[in-house]
Structure formats: C-alpha cells, structure tokens
T-cell receptor, first 117, second 115 residues
C-alpha cells in the first residue's frame, strides 16, 4: 500500500501566487519522520525539511511553510509568492522507526510544480 | 549536512554489460541507501548498505542483479549487472549519520541509459 500520497501530479501557477502541495501519509508507528525534498530540472535532490511525529509545530522558512496535522495524517507544504526558480518536482517522504530498512525513505510520487512568469 | 559524491554522473551502456556506481561521503555515516528513479517516476529503495554486513534488499531487487559493497563508513558501490533497457534510470545514493540525526542527504545521482 502506498504510504505517502501526493494527490497532485502537476500544478501550474503564475509567479507571485501562493501554492500548497499536499501530502498524506500512512503509518502504524508512533515515532516517524516526514520530509520534503525538491528536485529541480538538474536532477539533484535537495533536502527542505524534516519533521518528527512528536512535533506538530508548524514551521516557516522564508517563503516556505509546512503544516503538520497528525489528526489528518497530513504534512502540507506552502510556497508563498512563488517564483520561477521554484519550478521543480517536490517529494514528500516518510521514514518509519520500526521498518526493516534502517529508516530509509518511502517517497510519494511527487508533485511537479511549474511557475510561469 | 553531509556532502555526497557519485561516479560516474552518467553513462550509456550496452545491453548485457555491468556498471559499478561509486558513492563517497565526506564524513562517516552509519547508514547508506541506494535508490532508483525511473524516468518520470518517484524514488524507490533498492537496498540498505550497512558497513560490515550484507546489504538488505527491498522486494523486487536481488543481490545477483544489484550487488552492493560497503567496505567502510564513507564509501559504497552499487553494481547494475547484466543490464537491459529497463534498467535505464537515475541511481541515487543517500546517507544518514545515525543516532538522533534523521536527515538523509542524497548524492547527485548517476543517470544510466542502457541501449
């Protein structure tokens, strides 16, 4: 079963618009970690944020903010005032402490964001 | 953060041949992982590489096809054996320091095309 669902396959916005990327996860662990990564056209995977299951405090970093809601098993990512350089594929990922794979990441299918001028 | 390098960055290989991808981390890490990203797809874990022990493979991946070495705490290799066009993918190495550090950092990837 898919452990991380990113229902939005592609999103297209005009520069300066706000955009929210959705992520819903599924786990039986009480301790787990959630991540967001950015993959620009160059292909490299850029770490954006890690959140553990005990910390539901939302986080803001510049134009980026994350909303973690355990009640709905969601970890959504919002970009405020989007810029062309934000165009990339964004992956949400889950790391479970009780997995057999040493905290490896389960990735969602990714959301491709296109920001046009 | 950890700096991870991979060699080669890309390669074009003939069907039936093998390619070994190297992953070097700039500091000692406990866990190293190999992922595959097929064209337009998400990342899928191939195996977890532990120093001093056999790699742990995910369902659908076998050691004969993807042998992995982890000779020390900063280095690992992944071999893609007897390649077919279906193996054309980006192969990414990642590392985690362990302990209370759960960040995972990724190498730049190796873009493999099999003809």
């Amino acid at each position: 079963a898919q452990k991380v669902t990113q229902a939005q396959t592609e999103i297209s916005v005009v520069e300066k618009e706000d955009v929210t990327l959705d992520c819903v996860y599924e786990t039986r662990d009480t301790t787990y970690y959630l991540f967001w990564y950015k993959q620009p056209p160059s292909g490299e995977l850029v770490f954006l944020i890690r959140r553990n299951s005990f910390d539901e405090q939302n986080e803001i970093s510049g134009r980026y903010s994350w909303n973690f809601q355990k009640s709905t098993s969601s970890f959504n990512f919002t970009i405020t005032a989007s810029q062309v350089v934000d165009s990339a594929v964004y992956f949400c990922a889950l790391s479970e402490t009780n997995s057999n794979s040493g905290y490896a990441l389960n990735f969602g299918k990714g959301t491709s964001l296109l920001v046009t001028p | 953060s950890a700096v991870i390098s991979q060699k080669p960055s890309r390669d074009i290989c003939q069907r039936g041949t093998s390619l070994t991808i190297q992953c070097q981390v700039d500091s000692q890490v406990t866990m190293m992982f190999w992922y595959r990203q097929q064209p337009g797809q998400s990342l899928t874990l191939i195996a977890t590489a532990n120093q001093g022990s056999e790699a742990t493979y995910e369902s659908g991946f076998v050691i004969d096809k993807f042998p992995i070495s982890r000779p020390n705490l900063t280095f690992s290799t992944l071999t893609v054996s007897n390649m077919s066009p279906e193996d054309s993918s980006i192969y990414l190495c990642s590392a985690r320091r362990g302990g209370s550090s759960y960040e995972q950092y990724f190498g730049p990837g190796t873009r493999l095309t099999v003809t």
